[in-house]
């Protein structure tokens, strides 16, 4: 079998929508030799990976399922004593496999780099169907839809959509761009999207005409949109609307910062909360944020705020309690502060290229703390 084919049969396996016909065709390519197991497992250890950087695996309902599946399998077919041991086999290797590296998850150490690497979250681009891929940044491919038909092409860490398909209705694919990475968009329109840690987009993988151009946010955004007067674009996110006709600007919508914002560099937007629908006009410098129930707009420095897309962090007058959230995003850890008065001092500095220790030593100029860095966890006492 080609090996598009066995991965769509290995997911319609593990996602229990398999039937018997193909349960059996994977069965006999599990007997025809070892290589063929090995690349079965290698597949489960990758879908355990991408559940994990989901936050999806459940280990109790990974039993339940396996319990399940063994019952199904015993009442609806009655197959020979090899072919059964083969199913349960293969079913018991995806619970296993999940279940080994749960644990070993669960106990990483940070200098060892092959579980490091275990650890590590993915990229990953779901389809309009619920299918999920893995994207790799060294890549260069086509991306294709359910049916098989190039929709884009990847080429590294970047994806670019082609505006020649021919549907009559939005289909939606949704990045998710994992803390400690970057990705960048052309969407089919033109429009260019950068895309920081820990977020999710998404999107049409082709704007209708007579409709709204309009994306879902979860994270943070920077857009260069195309202009198109007939097809306004709108950016929505838990708190907030942004809608433009063509322009730049950034649009902040993580949950763990507590505050929606979009800030324009260039061009006119309309900002509106979703709570009390008010409105308001941004101007080139300006800054809309949702907070404390209402919209509010102030006079800000952008750079402050589009800085990451060049893989910078700057902070101007940043309490400590807000650069946490950055760098726990940027370096993939998580940052736990027992020093109180931490949180009380102000920073304005700018870093490009430093790791997470570099830009701690920086933070204890401002004022002394001690810190260690154990399982990707920063842990900050007083000195």
Request: net charge neutral; charged share 25%.
């Amino acid at each position: 079998m080609a090996v598009n084919i066995m991965e769509q049969l290995f997911i319609k396996f593990i996602t229990n929508q398999a039937t018997s016909h193909e349960i059996d065709a994977l069965t006999e390519w599990l007997e025809a030799n070892t290589a063929n197991q090995k690349v079965f497992n290698d597949f489960v250890k990758i879908n355990y990976t991408v559940d994990y950087a989901l936050h999806t695996f459940d280990l109790d309902a990974a039993k339940k399922k396996l319990l399940q599946t063994i019952k199904q399998e015993r009442s609806m077919f009655f197959k020979s004593r090899v072919q059964s041991y083969l199913k349960y086999a293969a079913v018991l290797l995806v619970f296993i496999s999940a279940f080994y590296l749960y644990q070993k998850n669960g106990g990483l150490v940070a200098d060892d780099p092959v579980l490091l690497n275990e650890k590590e979250q993915l990229i990953t681009l779901q389809s309009d169907n619920g299918s999920i891929q893995v994207i790799n940044p060294d890549n260069i491919k086509n991306v294709t839809d359910k049916s098989g038909k190039i929709i884009g092409k990847q080429d590294k860490n970047k994806i670019v959509y082609s505006g020649e398909i021919d549907e009559q209705h939005l289909l939606y694919n949704t990045i998710n761009v994992p803390n400690g990475k970057r990705f960048e968009l052309i969407l089919s329109d033109g429009t260019n999207v950068h895309l920081n840690s820990g977020t999710s987009l998404r999107y049409p993988v082709r704007f209708i005409k007579g409709e709204n151009r309009q994306v879902f946010l979860d994270g943070e955004a920077f857009f260069d949109v195309t202009k198109d007067p007939r097809h306004p674009f709108l950016v929505s996110s838990a708190d907030m609307n942004v809608k433009v006709l063509g322009t730049k600007f950034n649009v902040t919508s993580y949950v763990k910062d507590a505050k929606t914002s979009a800030v324009l560099v260039e061009g006119k937007v309309a900002a509106s909360d979703h709570l009390n629908k008010e409105e308001v006009i941004l101007k080139p410098g300006n800054r809309a944020y949702f907070g404390d129930k209402q919209l509010s707009v102030e006079a800000v420095d952008v750079r402050k705020y589009v800085a990451w897309v060049s893989g910078e962090l700057m902070f101007i007058d940043d309490s400590f309690g807000v650069i946490t959230n950055k760098l726990e995003r940027k370096f993939n850890v998580d940052i736990v502060n027992k020093y109180a008065e931490l949180n009380n001092i102000v920073v304005t500095a700018t870093f490009k290229g430093e790791n997470i220790e570099q830009v701690l030593r920086t933070f204890q100029t401002y004022k002394d703390f001690n810190y260690t860095i154990k399982n990707k966890v920063v842990t900050i006492t007083k000195p």
